[in-house]
């Protein structure tokens, strides 16, 4: 129907019913043979010929499908499902809808709650394409509260395999802590159950892209076989895999050759998140093979529980790097401080691009000058973020702070918990100074954070506080930040 040159004047009056109506004056009206305005209007009819009434009925069961579906998606689960409670066209629009319920994360507990994660599963499962579990047992000597979990876990994943099974993108089991969680049970029944789902689930998932597997915690034997179900069945699809805390306590991955055997099966693996403990020669030297080009980034976490006395040779690290020119390596060292530990760590040859060394100094066995003075020369031309959070920090940073600043020229962000002398900071806002009006460039890291403590230094502190004040604006003008703060309990005891 073609409507050409409508003018339409309306003014709202009152019927005598009380009701509002709308009063239309059709001026000019054209349109083809056969086409009526009713499709428009719901007219009534008066005596007055120039004169239509209608009255709009809202009929919200007739609203779209798209819009509807429009809004469940930005409603949690339970609004969605009182929205779909609203009405039969409202329940076959959201609850048959598959694109608002790709994304599901869940938290079991070993509570009654949990039964309502079996009840979603069942209900809308089916759809989804990311799928989270997370663990948050309370009381790991409640033995009922860990054979609910086991219980309630095998059910879920038994559901959607029944249902297909269900082809998931994207599949997390995150902090199981299972040789903590389950230790107390006897004859491992929980344990093994577990472990029977978790393999048999991932052994027909055919289409998965990223699997996390962080924080299982479980013997190497176990590992091996868990690790082996997905390239089994996604080898060729997966493309991210997180593996940290996957080994329990006091596993040596490193020495076993099975291990490198699995990892090397995923053929196009780009992402890779893996402890210390599991990094050796002949696993660099099988990406380096098997992956050259592909992977684009490895994450490794290193923890005092862990092995990490093993040195992994420089040629291995070589040889990664001129496989994969484009890969990013990023490190996290967590409670190991000691430099005689650290300094066989990190070897030039990674090219690491981040560094967190996070911790406590117990025992002032941290140097945080002779720390950074290796890490500026390691690696000058690769780190972009550096992170040196150690509490307790008795020795304070000089030389070292300031090769960071004038050797690695990438660096883009600096945090740095501790003590650094005033006129060592007074040398790098001269540097920057210097640089800025030569090269009309920012030096250094685009964001500084300092966080300064020690009731000893709180002088030190107020004099570096307005030395930050002073030069913020030079900062700014080259879109850096530059930010000190102090620790909360210092400033308590200043103020």
């Known amino acids: 129907m073609d409507i050409e040159n409508i003018h339409i ?24 043979e056969g086409a009526s305005s009713s499709a428009l209007y719901k007219m009534f009819d008066d005596d007055d010929e120039t004169e239509d009434y209608f ?21 949690s689960d339970v609004h969605r499902i009182s929205m779909a409670l609203v009405c039969r066209s409202w329940f076959v629009c959201v609850m048959k809808a598959p694109r608002i319920w790709r994304d599901k994360t869940i938290t079991l507990t070993g509570e009654k709650y949990d039964q309502n994660h079996l009840r979603y599963v069942r209900s809308v499962g089916r759809y989804l394409h990311s799928f989270h579990v997370f663990s948050h047992i309370r009381s790991y000597y409640n033995r009922y509260q860990v054979r609910r979990f086991q219980r309630i876990l095998t059910t879920i994943l038994a559901e959607l395999y029944r249902k297909g099974p269900v082809q998931l993108k994207e599949v997390s089991f995150v902090d199981f802590f299972i040789h903590r969680h389950m230790r107390f049970d006897r004859d491992q029944v929980c344990r093994k159950g577990v472990l029977r789902s978790l393999r048999r689930f991932l052994r027909v998932q055919y289409r998965l892209e990223s699997a996390d597997l962080t924080g299982i915690c479980i013997k190497f034997e176990e590992a091996i076989q868990l690790l082996s179900c997905l390239p089994t069945s996604s080898g060729k699809t997966l493309s991210n895999l997180y593996i ?115 911790g406590h100094d117990n025992s002032d066995n941290f140097q945080p000058d002779r720390l950074l003075r290796h890490i500026a020369k390691a690696f000058p031309m690769s780190l972009e973020r550096l992170v040196v959070d150690v509490n307790q920090v008795r020795r304070t940073m000089s030389h070292g702070f300031l090769a960071i600043i004038m050797n690695c020229i990438n660096i883009d962000y600096l ?13 790098m806002f001269d540097h920057f100074q210097v640089v800025v009006n030569k090269d009309r460039l920012a030096p250094g890291p685009m964001h500084f954070r300092y966080i300064g403590y020690g009731l000893d230094h709180i002088d030190g502190f107020a004099e570096t506080a307005v030395m930050f004040e002073d030069y913020q604006n030079l900062v700014t003008q080259h879109n850096c ?9 210092l400033a308590t005891a200043w103020l």
């Not at 009152?14 to 001026?27: A, H, M």
């Not at 930040?481 to 309990?489: H, I, S, V």
Request: hydrophobic residues 40%; charged residues 25%.
């Open 244 to 358: 940290h805390q996957l080994l329990q306590t006091h596993e040596e991955g490193y020495t076993q050759m099975s291990f490198v055997e699995a990892i090397g099966r995923f053929e196009n693996l780009s992402v890779l998140h893996i402890d210390y403990n599991c990094i050796s020669d002949d696993l660099l030297v099988t990406l380096s093979e098997h992956k050259r080009g592909i992977l684009q980034e490895i994450v490794i976490k290193c923890r005092r529980e862990d092995t990490h006395n093993h040195v992994v040779e420089e040629e291995s690290w070589r040889k990664l790097h001129k496989s994969m020119p484009l890969l990013t390596v990023e490190m996290v060292c967590r409670e190991i401080v000691r430099f005689s530990a650290l300094k066989p760590i990190l070897v030039s040859s990674m090219q690491l691009t981040s560094l967190e060394i996070l």
């Open 415 to 427: 945090e740095i918990h501790g003590r650094i002398l005033v006129e060592y900071l007074q040398e």
């Open 9 to 32: 004047e309306a003014e709202v009056c009152s019927s005598e019913s009380g009701n509002r109506i709308l009063q239309v004056d059709r001026k000019v009206i054209s349109s083809h």
């Open 481 to 489: 930040t530059y930010e000190f703060l102090m620790d909360p309990y």
């Open 55 to 75: 009255e709009p009925i809202p009929q919200w069961e007739c609203l779209p499908h798209f819009i509807i579906t429009d809004i469940a998606n930005y409603l």
